[in-house]
């Protein structure tokens, strides 16, 4: 059993802060952890991971993992502990699944583990249609025959065959089902044009520390030789690039100077850049980075791509910074193409953004204006609370819930260093 935390559904109300102060620890990333969860269907054992964040996508997470025969637990250290029997169901409940789309990781493993899976279609999200061809063209081509049904999608394998396998495009979800199903499969498989996300890395390492043979993660090509059985092991995830640029960004609004702990800088690098142009000012520190912010941000251009190229998670915390900087930005989104319903809102509180497709025009404003608007997902309510550091007045974030899926102690972390925000019953 895990820790039961209730997710009530929650405003934000954010009043303009600053300047910033004092120092914040990163959490684990998210979208590693979700990952290293699903491979724990892998192989036998008792699986210990460290610094998985405590937000309501791992508690579905859990809750779908239970619902195979597994159990999860939290050890009062914060570690999550996830036990597999000899044996793992391979149906995992429609309702469970639906919720959130990380559970699409299980396929790949599920289908190595046990030789089928049946799990409910990923619904569209709220910046467009996230299709999983890739996802099921690469498991083909180890062997497995797929059907897609209205709700969900059978996949059988009575055995995985290595393979070389070119993805059309560097998706990060479809290279890790690939990987989770290659290490079990017989032979050697390529993958070529993989994603290269940090989170890749970590769950290479996950798998390798689990007895895989998994390697050139991180790059392009990535060569798995599948081996015949793996086992349970201890890791821990790697810290949240996402939750790390999201103070950033509202230090660029709010200024200040803070340091950020259990931060990889590695993984930052075209952030860093970015920060830099604006006249954030950085510097990595031991384990963590210092960051400093004076004035007003200066204008600069921004186009999201695939790693290492900059996040599209970071484009909407960007864009927050940008609507208030000295002069016009140009924003383009290469990666999901309707990933702008948080613009609308950021026009409410009074910013000047031009969209035309999938690019944007930003002149930046001197204040915005606190008033009620809605996050309509996880980066975009983040957006929201960056822009009210620099709005006039009091701004009311409905949709709160979108935040926690994905960022543990959210409001904690944010006072801790000056920001002025709460918590109300919506
Ligand atoms: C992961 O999504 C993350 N989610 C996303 O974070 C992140 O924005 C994204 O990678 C890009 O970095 C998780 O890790 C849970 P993709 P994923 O497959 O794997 C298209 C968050 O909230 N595509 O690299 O779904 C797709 O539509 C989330 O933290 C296909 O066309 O991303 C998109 O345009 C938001 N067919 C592009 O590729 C496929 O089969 C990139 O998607 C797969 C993807």
Same mark, same amino acid.
């Given at each position: 059993m895990v820790h039961r935390h209730t997710w009530a559904v929650s405003d934000f109300v954010v009043r303009p802060s600053g300047p910033l102060s004092g120092s914040v620890s990163i959490g684990g990333a998210k979208n590693s952890a979700l990952k290293l969860m699903a491979a724990c269907t892998l192989a036998e054992g008792r699986y210990v991971l460290r610094d998985?964040?405590?937000i309501s996508d791992v508690h579905h997470m859990c809750g779908v993992l239970e619902s195979l025969g597994m159990s999860t637990e939290r050890r009062e250290d914060g570690a999550l502990v996830i036990e597999r029997g000899p044996s793992v169901i391979s149906d995992p409940p429609y309702e469970l699944v639906e919720r959130?789309?990380?559970? /699409?990781?299980?396929m790949g493993p599920l289908v190595a583990a046990t030789g089928r899976v049946r799990i409910a279609l990923p619904g569209g999200d709220n910046f467009g249609t996230r299709p999983i061809d890739m996802h099921l063209r690469g498991l083909e081509a180890l062997g497995a025959i797929t059907e897609v049904g209205e709700r969900d999608v059978q996949i059988v394998a009575r055995r995985l065959i290595g393979a070389r396998i070119e993805l059309d495009y560097p998706s990060v979800g479809a290279t890790e089902n690939v990987l989770m199903a290659a290490v079990l499969a017989e032979g050697r498989t390529t993958i070529c044009n993989a994603a290269r996300e940090p989170e890749i890395a970590d769950l290479a390492a996950f798998l390798n520390r689990m007895g895989a043979q998994v390697l050139? %993660?991180?790059?392009?090509t990535i060569i798995v030789d599948g081996v015949d059985r793996l086992r349970a092991v201890e890791h821990t995830v790697i810290p949240d690039r996402i939750e790390a640029a999201t103070v950033l960004a509202a230090l660029g609004v709010a200024g200040g100077e803070i340091t950020l702990r259990n931060v990889r800088h590695d993984h930052l690098g075209m952030l860093m850049e970015k920060l830099g142009h604006m006249g954030i000012r950085t510097s990595p520190e031991g384990d963590g980075l210092w960051a400093m912010a004076t004035g007003r941000r200066s204008a600069t251009n921004v186009a999201t791509l695939p790693y290492?190229?900059? %996040? /599209?998670?970071?484009l909407p915390l960007l864009v927050a910074v940008l609507t208030l900087a000295d002069g016009t930005s140009f924003a383009t989104e290469n990666v999901f193409a309707g990933r702008f319903r948080y613009v609308s809102e950021l026009a409410h509180m009074g910013a000047d953004i031009g969209v035309d497709g999938h690019h944007m025009v930003i002149k930046g404003v001197k204040r915005l204006t606190g008033t009620a608007v809605e996050a309509v997902d996880i980066r975009a309510g983040a957006a929201l609370v960056i822009a009210a550091l620099g709005a006039d007045g009091e701004t009311v974030i409905s949709g709160g819930d979108h935040l926690d899926r994905g960022y543990e102690g959210f409001v904690d972390k944010l006072r801790d260093i000056g920001v002025d925000v709460s918590r109300s019953l919506a």
């Open positions: 998985v964040p405590q959130f789309r990380a559970s /699409t990781a299980l050139g %993660a991180g790059s392009s290492p190229g900059l %996040a /599209t998670d970071y």
